[in-house]
Each structure stands twice: as C-alpha cells, then as structure tokens.
C-alpha cells in the first residue's frame, strides 16, 4: 500500500503541472500568457544548460552560441519564404546541435575556468560574426520581417500567430523537454555525468571516455538550446545579435544557480523567479539588474543549494 | 609606412592601457584564485570617478589621486563582504558573485551618471600632439605608452623585493601554509583585492582622456581583460604583458587592415591559444 502511494505521489504532481499548465490561459490576461511562454523558453535554454553544468559539472559562459544559432538558422528561413514552419525550426535546431558538437568538441578537453573562458570566446565569435556579416544576418539590427507559415498541414493546421496558440506549442515543447531530459538524467547515461562531475579522475579510472561523454553532454545541450532560440525568434519575430552575447549566456547560469543546480526543476524555478523579479521591478523603473545583482549575491552567500535545491533539502531533513 | 608606425603607436597604447587593467585582474586570481567578473565595472567606475571629480575640482592630477582611491576601497569592502565567506566552494560561486557585483555597478552607474556618454580633457601638460617625422600624434597616448612599463617594473619590484611581496607570492603558492607560518590571509586577502581594484581604478582614471565614458565600457573591458590574461597565462605578469601588446596591436592593425573581422579576432586568437596551449604562452610565475 505505501509502495504504491509513493510511486503515485509523483505522477500527481506531473499531472497538476500538466493541467495548470493547460488551463492557465482561462484564467488570466494575454500579457501574462506571453511571460509564461517567454518563462518556459528561457526554462528549456536554462534545463539545457544544467544538464552541462549541474550534471557534468561543466560551467559554460558561451551558451547562447547555440540559442543563438538556433535562432538564426530558424529567422533566416522564415525571412527568406520558408514555406513550412516546422522545417525552418528543425532546421535551426540541427544547426544548433552541429555548432555544438565542433564547439563541443574543441572545448571539452579544458577544465573550470579555461572551459568557461573558451566557450565565452567561441560565443562571443559567433556574435561578432552575426554583428559584421551583414549580408546574410542583417548586422546589428539583427533579422525581421519573420513571415510565419501556418503549422501543420491542410486543414489539420493552426495558425500560431495567435499568443493562445503559440502557448500551447511551447508548452508542448516544454513538456516533451522536460520528459527527455528527465530521461536523460535518470538513465546510466546521466549517472555517469554526474561520477564525472563528481570525480573526473576516479571516472576515468573506472574506463569512462572522460571526453566522449563530456562532448554528448554538451551536443545534447547545444541541441536543446538550439531549439529554444528556435522558439524564441518565432516568439519575438526576430533574431538579433544580442541573442549570442555573452550577457545572454550568463542568463541560464543565473536561472540555475536562482533555482539550484543540483535539482532537476531548479533552472525552471530560477526562470520562474527571474522573470518575476523583473516583472516586478520593471513596473517601477527600467534599471532592475541592481536589484536582481542584490538578490543574487544573499542567495549565493546564502542558499548555495538555490531555492528548490534547500526546500528541497528541508523537507528530506524534516521526513527522516 | 607613417600609418603602419602610426597603428604601432596606437596598439601599444592600448595595449599599456590594457596591461595596466589586466595585471589587477591577474594578481587577484593569482592570490586569491578568483576570477573577478567586476574588474571591469570597477575599471568603468574609475573612469566615471575621474570625470566627476575633474567636473568638481577641474584638476586632473587630483582627479587621477582620488578616484583609483575610492574604487579600491569598494573593493576592500566587496572582498570583505561578499568574497570572503564563499573562498572554501567551488570556483562558479565566486564568479557569480562578482558577476552579481558586475550588475550592481553597471546599473548603478546608469542610476547615477544616466546612459549617455561622457569626455574628458586630456591635462594641459599633456594636451596637444608632437610632430614625428611627418605626422603628428596626440601626447596623452605617449604618456600611457611611457608609463605602462614603468608600472610592470614597479610591480616587479614590489614584488621581488620587498617583504608584503614576498608574503603575497607566499600566500598564493599555498594558502594554509602561509597562514601557518604568522602571515594573516584574511588581511593579506582584502590588500591584494584592494590593490587590484586600485589598478582597474587607475586604468578607468587613465582611459578617461582617451576613450569615450559610457556605462557599457566595463563590459568590454572585462572581456578583453580576460583574453589578455588568459592568452598570457593566468596569473603570470609577464604573460599579462605580452598578452596585452598582443591583443592592442591585433586591434590596431585590425581595424586596419581587416576591418570586416575586426571584432572576432581577438576570440579567434583566443582559442587558438587555449587549444594549443591550454595554460596560456607564460605559465604562471608569480
């Protein structure tokens, strides 16, 4: 009887989420549906990085590099008469997942400062290449006039245009993540990210390709990021070099240290928080990265574990 | 030929101007192992001290005193405050922390200065060019060149020489040991962030006459300043250096010669460096 009530605790969990989620725009304005899926696209960006950092251990500052390219390759098509939507996306996310096996590739091999500073770098490349190479990326003012096809086909079609229904691609999108990267991290496969994480040297003891499993790791996460700069230039109409700078970057790291980098939900939580601090603040002026740099110094003095991370860590000190 | 020599003076320039911020940067992850995402909002900060105390006492030698003094001393206390209790945790947490103090400063510069952008006058001493074979060159960008291996071999000595140098070098070859031996860490910590962050300052105060003061100045810097130190090595003075000549005379002759890739050379340079030699061209040596 216990047994089975605990392996059902966490299936009601997912299924309040699911339905919150599904009914959420019954209850409340446009505005606030157009922050729930900005929350959910800047969750898949944050839920790809933690998997490099939180899982494996690898903290890099050049992330957007992917968000970035996955909103390139997706704005150039849809500016240029793509005639089906879900190409142009699956388009940007394989250009994405390609840049972060070459990155991936050169990077893996540094460690915890040097990797930072050369993902940074090649971030900052990919910026400055979208800043100068004006003919086909538009420069500084970035990609527009994005022309969105419908979805689907015939008369199994929708029209996304329409914020209700853009939310609910994303919501799609954010689940189907949320369920493969869970997979991901409950599997060997993201036991072993996390023995190197760990312990690099004891890993590779045991016959672990350090290496090889650093740079899946990192493709996967480039592939994520890739598709939420998919989502976010369809969302915002746009692609613009401010998507690969490096500012853009620290913002999943902010996100996952917010919410706690050693839960699977942190990074959700840390979006959470993050657009809610500056929804917040932003009503009363425009200046509101003094009062987020405010929060975020106590908090990391503070909770190192994030804010999921030491609920989390009460409630299994409470039970036992 | 004159505009070949002509982007050698300017790179060089740049470069000492870049050393002089880069050193700071080195020497506080050479002791204390930090990483300082704030070294260029610290550096920005100088610059806009500067400005506002020659606005107040129109002299720039007293501007030139007072304001790397005040940066350094917020520094002293960022240490104090919110480096100190994470030195134990790993190395991510120290740098979102100064990357929160980055936030802080750079909005709090907006709050205060506004977003627009601002100049300063080069001193009377040292306004004006000098005519060299043919073209003429302004003679504040001259004193940085002149003054930048002036401050190295200062630092060098101080370093070499003397005992609060010797007990630096000491306390960044290992920790616990120097504290075992009588010297005080803590204390020995807040001086060399203090004397780092009087460099950043130093380095804004001087740039003032040169570059234009806006407040997303630190946010370039800083990633400039990162590249030279790693190029060179972290840690490393020497390294500081070259990688700082290097770095000045790649965005010289770019703008120059390659002004389409400008802005991506310094990144490609870096990588370069850091696959080939993953520890920068001078391993540290303190």
Redo the contacts between chains.
């Keep these: 009887m216990t047994r089975s009530d605990s392996s059902l605790k966490p299936l009601f969990g997912w299924a309040a989420g699911l339905a919150a989620l599904i009914l959420l725009p019954f209850v409340i304005n446009t505005y606030i549906i157009l922050l729930t899926t900005e929350v959910m696209i800047m969750g898949i960006f944050a839920l790809s990085f933690n998997l490099l950092?939180g899982y494996t251990g690898l903290?890099s500052f050049g992330h957007a590099a992917f968000f970035g390219m996955g909103g390139y390759v997706t704005a150039y098509l849809l500016s240029h008469a793509c005639p089906s939507l879900t190409l142009a996306f699956l388009t940007g996310v394989a250009g994405a997942s390609l840049t972060a096996i070459v990155v991936g590739y050169?990077s893996v091999?540094?460690d915890?400062?040097?990797f930072?500073?050369?993902t940074?770098?090649?971030g900052?490349?990919f910026?400055?290449?979208a800043?100068?190479w004006r003919s086909v990326t538009g420069g500084s003012d970035g990609l527009t006039g994005l022309v969105v096809p419908r979805l689907g086909w015939g008369a199994f079609s929708v029209d996304i245009s329409s914020p209700w229904h853009y939310y609910y691609l994303v919501v799609a999108a954010f689940l189907l993540t949320v369920w493969i990267l869970r997979r991901i991290t409950q599997s060997n496969f993201g036991l072993i990210l996390v023995s190197i994480r760990e312990n690099k040297e004891r890993a590779a003891f045991t016959g672990i390709n350090i290496r090889a499993y650093r740079l899946a790791s990192f493709s996967i996460a480039g592939f994520f990021a890739g598709v939420a700069g998919g989502l976010f230039a369809v969302f915002d109409r746009m692609a613009s070099p401010s998507m690969l700078h490096?500012?853009t970057s620290?913002q999943p790291?902010?996100m996952t240290?917010l919410g706690g980098a050693h839960t699977f939900f942190g990074p959700v939580v840390g979006s959470i928080l993050f657009f809610f601090i500056e929804h917040i603040i932003t009503k009363f002026t425009d200046?509101?990265?003094?009062y987020?740099?405010?929060i975020?110094?106590p908090l990391?003095?503070f909770f190192?574990e994030g804010v999921l991370g030491t609920l989390l860590g009460l409630k299994k000190r409470k039970h036992g | 030929m004159s505009l070949f020599f002509m982007n050698l003076l300017n790179g060089l320039s740049l470069g000492m101007l870049l050393f002089l911020i880069s050193i700071g940067l080195t020497i506080i992850f050479g002791v204390l192992g930090v990483?300082n995402f704030a070294h260029g909002s610290l550096y920005m900060l100088g610059a806009y001290f500067c400005f506002q105390s020659v606005s107040l006492f129109h002299n720039f030698w007293l501007a030139l005193l007072i304001s790397p003094l005040l940066v350094a001393v917020l520094g002293g206390i960022i240490e104090m405050s919110?480096l100190r209790?994470?030195y134990g945790?790993d190395?991510?947490?120290q740098?979102?922390?100064t990357?929160?103090?980055?936030?802080?400063l750079?909005?709090?510069v907006?709050?205060i200065w506004g977003s627009g952008y601002h100049i300063v006058n080069p001193p009377a001493l040292l306004n004006g060019v000098v005519h060299v074979a043919g073209f003429t060159y302004p003679v504040y960008s001259l004193f940085i060149l002149g003054l930048g291996p002036l401050i190295g071999v200062g630092l060098w000595a101080f370093f070499r020489l003397t005992l609060w140098g010797k007990k630096i070098r000491a306390a960044s070859m290992d920790r616990e040991m120097a504290a075992g031996i009588g010297i005080n860490v803590n204390r020995l910590f807040t001086g060399v962030f203090f004397f780092g962050t009087w460099l950043a300052g130093m380095g804004g105060a001087l740039a003032t006459p040169l570059r234009a003061i806006g407040p997303s100045m630190g946010?370039k810097i800083i990633?400039e300043s990162?590249?030279v130190v790693?190029i060179g090595g972290?840690g490393s003075f020497p390294g500081a250096f070259l990688g700082a000549i290097i770095l000045g005379l790649i965005n010289a002759y770019g703008a120059e010669y390659l002004p389409?890739?400008?802005?991506?050379l310094p990144?490609?340079l870096?990588?370069l460096i850091?696959?080939t030699k993953?520890?920068g061209l001078l391993a540290r040596e303190v």
């Design positions: 950092f903290l050169l091999k540094l915890e400062i040097y930072a500073i050369l940074l770098g090649f900052m490349m910026f400055s290449l800043h100068q490096w500012t620290a790291v902010l240290v200046i509101w990265m003094i987020l740099g405010a975020l110094i990391v003095i190192p | 990483l919110i209790p994470v945790r190395v991510s947490f740098l979102l922390l990357f929160g103090v980055l936030l802080v750079d909005d709090a907006r709050l946010e990633i990162f590249i790693v972290l389409r890739m400008t802005m991506a990144y490609i870096l990588a850091l696959l993953p520890r």
